[in-house]
């Protein structure tokens, strides 16, 4: 059985940090693109973060660059997301995607297999 588990969530004050992983069992993803998403409270699903399968390419979203890291080990088969400078408006539900292609992806339709999401609550 295929499963993405996310870890890390938690409460921070604005401008703090965490460190949201995603460990993949049941079949490595070391060939995929991984991504982070979020769903933010009353709203869609939007995109946060995408890395390639050997990690060279990185995409972010506009709201999140130069504050959030995507990474992978895939020696481990994690995929991790540095969260730095956090806002209240970053409060979400985070969770962790793989894509069926190689690249980084920022389309939601890509990806195949989720987690069941950490929830990231920031107060102001």
């Known amino acids: 059985q295929v499963q993405l588990v996310e870890s890390g969530g938690g409460l921070v004050q604005a401008g703090g940090s965490l460190r949201l992983s995603c460990a993949a069992s049941?079949?490595?993803?070391?060939?995929?693109?991984m991504g982070w998403f979020r769903r933010p409270p009353g709203k869609e699903r939007e995109f946060v973060a995408a890395?390639?399968?050997?990690?060279?390419?990185?995409t972010y979203a506009d709201s999140v660059k130069g504050r959030f890291t995507i990474s992978r080990d895939n020696a481990k088969n994690t995929v991790y997301l540095e969260m730095n400078s956090l806002k209240p408006e970053d409060t979400s539900v985070y969770y962790c995607?793989?894509?069926?292609?190689?690249?980084?992806?920022?389309?939601?339709?890509?990806?195949?297999?989720w987690g069941q999401g950490t929830q990231v609550t920031v107060s102001s």
């Open positions: 049941g079949r490595t993803f070391t060939t995929n693109g």
């Open positions: 890395i390639s399968s050997s990690g060279a390419l990185r």
């Open positions: 995607a793989a894509a069926r292609t190689y690249r980084s992806t920022s389309r939601l339709e890509d990806y195949d297999y």
